[in-house]
Nanobody, 125 residues
Framework: QVQLVESGGGLVQAGGSLRLSCAAS????????MGWFRQAPGKEREFVAGISASGANTYYADSVKGRVAISRDNGKNTVYLRMNRLKPEDTAVYYC??????????????????WGQGTQVTVSS
């Protein structure tokens, strides 16, 4: 079992930046590939970014590529999502998720076994 707790969301103006954090506890964090997803009202949950267990490989959705950076600190059992040049369409609840096994940055939510409770990001225009 892995417990995930997101933080760092909030209200920001368009063009601003935020850094989300996801703290993990439970099983060995460094065994898990990690993903960030988001879900806006009335929309499906969508993949934002992912990172392999070691941190060597990162993956991004086309909609955020160049504005978002995912990273992890296995010593702190934490994964981060740095978001720059935020847009109103980035407004959503952001979730982190964990999956064990060989990680290739899957965008399919069903492949992730553990999820956090989410943190709200609101970007005002």
């Amino acid at each position: 079992q892995v417990q995930l707790v997101e933080s760092g969301g909030g209200l920001v103006q368009a063009g601003g930046s935020l850094r989300l954090s996801c703290a993990a506890s439970g099983r060995t964090f460094s065994n898990y590939g990690m993903g960030w997803f988001r879900q806006a009202p009335g929309k499906e949950r969508e993949f934002v970014a992912g990172i392999s267990a070691s941190g060597a490989n990162t993956y991004y959705a086309d909609s955020v590529k160049g504005r978002v950076a995912i990273s992890r600190d296995n010593g702190k059992n934490t994964v981060y999502l740095r978001m720059n040049r935020l847009k109103p369409e980035d407004t959503a609840v952001y979730y982190c998720a964990a999956t064990i096994g060989y990680y290739t940055g899957s965008s399919r939510p069903g492949l992730y076994s553990y999820w956090g409770q989410g943190t709200q990001v609101t970007v005002s225009s």
